[in-house]
């Protein structure tokens, strides 16, 4: 089964930015995915990206705001998060699966998760 590792989470100040990193330890999986769960919150879809890179798609409340984008050649899937909110504020996880989707229950792996925190 595929290792996902993510990094680049911390505590930024509303109006900042950070960028996530997912390690893929195989590149066998077709899409990819960001979710997160904030504390009594249900894990919500954030955004997805296929193989290729040229399929996209993000939550109402991010679209705008984050960018997904992938290196196949690295393995590796990418969050850009700019112009943060106290209510991105969450545990944000990494996901793999075989169909372009926007729901959890498609995407078999996952990584551990990474806390963002944003200041008001």
């Known amino acids: 089964q595929v290792q996902l590792v993510e990094s680049g989470g911390g505590l930024v100040q509303a109006g900042g930015s950070l960028r996530l990193s997912c390690a893929a330890s195989?590149?066998?999986?077709?899409?990819y995915a960001w979710f997160r769960q904030a504390p009594g919150k249900e894990r919500e879809f954030v955004a997805a990206?296929?193989?290729?890179?040229?399929?996209?798609d993000y939550a109402d409340s991010v679209k705008g705001r984050f960018t997904i984008s992938r290196d196949n050649a690295k393995n590796t899937v990418i969050l850009q998060m700019n112009s943060l909110k106290p209510d991105d504020t969450a545990v944000y996880y990494c996901?793999?699966?075989?169909?372009?989707?926007?729901?959890?229950?498609?995407?078999?792996?996952w990584g551990q998760g990474t806390q963002v925190t944003v200041s008001s």
């Open positions: 990206i296929n193989r290729i890179g040229y399929s996209t």
């Open positions: 195989q590149r066998a999986h077709t899409t």
């Open positions: 996901a793999a699966g075989f169909i372009f989707s926007n729901k959890a229950d498609e995407f078999g792996s």
